[in-house]
Every structure is written in C-alpha cells, then in structure tokens.
C-alpha cells in the first residue's frame, strides 16, 4: 500500500488562493506521473493537473492560468497552486500517482469557494 499524504486544502473566498501539497514515497515519487484530481458533490472525478518526473505539465483547460502544479524533488512533493479561485472549484481534491496501468490515490482534502 502507498501512502500519499495531501495537505492544505480549507475554505476561501472566491478570488483568493490556496496551495495543496502531496507527500510521496521516493520510489514512487521518482516514477509516476504525479498529479491531482477534483471531485465535486454529484459529478465524477475529474483531472486537473499533472505533471511528469521530467516536468512536463498537463491541465484542465478550466484551469489553464490560474493553477500550477510543481515538484519538489528534494521533499518527494507535489504541489497544487490555486489563484484566482472560483466556487466551481469547489471539490475534493485527490493527490494522484500514475504509473502505466498502476494508480495510487491519497485520501482527499476538501478545498470550499465561497461566492
């Protein structure tokens, strides 16, 4: 079993920002595709952002400009910045680590916008 371990997520109000962190395992961290999801009430999950060991990012388009996910190689770390936040952002946020046919999933951290 892995463990991902998210952090940071709360409430905010529409425009404001939050940061979310996921930990890693080195072996898997040095691996898979690390990235994040999002899960609304009533909707499935969805992508929102990933990133490669080399660094190469993938967005959502509705996101595209307003978040940014990065590495800390030096913490095993995936990071999520979230700026200018909207209520349609509000969902559970999933910390994710994709390695061929292989998905790991942290247990979600709830991320609110208030209007």
């Known amino acids: 079993q892995v463990n991902l371990v998210e952090s940071g997520g709360g409430l905010v109000q529409a425009g404001g920002s939050l940061r979310l962190s996921c930990a890693s395992p080195r072996s898997i961290f040095n691996i898979y595709v690390m990235g994040w999801y999002r899960q609304a009430p009533g909707k499935q999950r969805e992508l929102v952002a990933t990133?490669?060991?080399?660094?190469?990012?993938n967005y959502q388009n509705s996101v595209k400009g307003r978040f940014a996910i990065s590495r800390d190689n030096a913490k095993n770390t995936v990071n999520l910045q979230m700026n200018n936040l909207k209520p349609d952002d509000t969902a559970v946020y999933y910390c994710?680590?994709?390695?061929?046919?292989?998905?790991?999933w942290g247990q979600g951290t709830q991320v609110t916008v208030s209007s």
């Open positions: 990133i490669t060991k080399d660094g190469n990012t």
């Open positions: 994710n680590a994709k390695y061929v046919l292989t998905n790991y």
